[in-house]
């Protein structure tokens, strides 16, 4: 089981639940199996910058960044993105290379990286679980940078700036799975939405031409460095018409196929030979807003109709909403861990 990327309102409702000021006490009481663990990195030109740490209970929490003002910030890609009034949730707000033609005023963030020594002592009192880093996906970064519709518009009329783009960006990504295969990590997770709920958020010719082959060769490299790695993917949305692609690039593990848009079932019916499936517990609709029951019932009829031979995760599809009922998520877990899995051979 996995509970994939838990809040901090969240968390702290369970340490109480459990009686605990541990998060990885939660996580044993709960039985979960994974744990993601990320490489640390140093942006020293970013970092003579920084003049805050984020506070709130939004994503990137505790971190420290570049201010504009209370709520505007900067990371060291140059993205600015802003906090809300409750801070609780980011909104994207601009980027280096928005309406830019070229990237000739524009260049990767300088990082280092700890050994793979230090990595590798990192991961050792998580040696029983199975550790997990995560790097993004470069679509995701790449609009982030030079903005959403400037990307897309790219896509179209100057792929060439596309294809430069991308060449860095995977390569910059490539450099960190390859380091966290090295060290020992279980799983890379490749992390980032090409797709909404009523399909991909671009075409998947665009996604042939600019992910699949630099995709293939990201996995390559990672699978050189150490064979045992498991690559799992991340989208949101409807991404039922690159599924194949995928697969062909080399991944293992998908998730989270979202329920809202698509069809667990169908999905371990076509591909349940090729992929192992992690999520499809929904987080839309179930834990946040159904009965314990609505819970349970969802948790066995995933497990009865994924689960079979295997290659299936047991997870939240995404981030639980804060304010989902502390009763429904201790029943996806307690769910998992009580069903007769006998019923599956």
Not at 205 to 227: G, S
Not at 247 to 262: E, F, K, T, V, Y
Request: proline fraction near 5%; hydrophobic fraction near 40%.
């Amino acid at each position: 089981m996995d509970f994939i990327w838990p809040r901090v309102e969240t968390i702290d409702m369970l340490k109480k639940y459990f009686k605990t000021d541990s998060k990885e006490e939660v996580f044993q009481k709960l039985g979960i199996d994974f744990r993601w663990i990320d490489v640390s990195a140093g942006y020293p030109d970013f970092e003579k910058k920084v003049n805050g740490v984020l506070n709130g209970e939004a994503e990137n929490e505790g971190e420290k960044f570049i201010f504009h003002d209370e709520q505007t910030f900067e990371d060291q890609w140059g993205i600015v993105k802003r906090i809300g009034d409750d801070r609780k949730y980011l909104e994207w707000k601009d980027g280096p290379l928005v309406d830019k033609d070229s990237l000739s005023d524009w260049s990767l963030p300088k990082v280092i990286y700890p050994s793979v020594d230090e990595i590798t002592k990192n991961l050792e009192p998580y040696k029983e679980f199975i550790t997990v880093t995560e790097i993004e996906f470069p679509f995701k970064l790449a609009w982030h940078i030079a903005g959403f519709e400037h990307l897309s518009t790219m896509m179209v009329v100057e792929p060439e700036f596309v294809e430069e783009f991308y060449d860095q960006l995977y390569s910059f990504q490539t450099d960190k799975a390859v380091l966290a295969a090295k060290a020992g990590y279980d799983i890379v997770a490749v992390v980032g939405d090409v797709a909404g709920q009523i399909g991909m958020l671009f075409s998947p010719a665009m996604f042939e031409r600019f992910d699949v082959p630099r995709f293939t060769q990201l996995i390559k490299m990672v699978k050189e460095a150490d064979p045992n790695v498991k690559i799992l993917y991340h989208s949101d949305g409807n991404i039922n018409e690159i599924i194949p692609m995928l697969i062909r690039c080399g991944i293992d593990i998908l998730n989270p196929i979202q329920s809202a848009c698509m069809d667990p079932v169908e999905v371990k019916k076509r591909y349940g030979d090729k992929l192992t499936f992690h999520g499809t517990i929904s987080v839309q609709d179930t834990i946040p807003n159904c009965t314990v029951d609505d819970v349970c019932n969802e948790v066995i009829e995933r497990i009865k109709t994924v689960g079979y031979n295997g290659g299936f995760i047991i997870s939240p599809e995404n981030s639980i909403p804060y304010d989902a009922p502390l009763e429904n998520i201790l029943a996806v877990y307690e769910t998992a861990r009580e069903f007769d899995y006998r019923q599956l051979r």
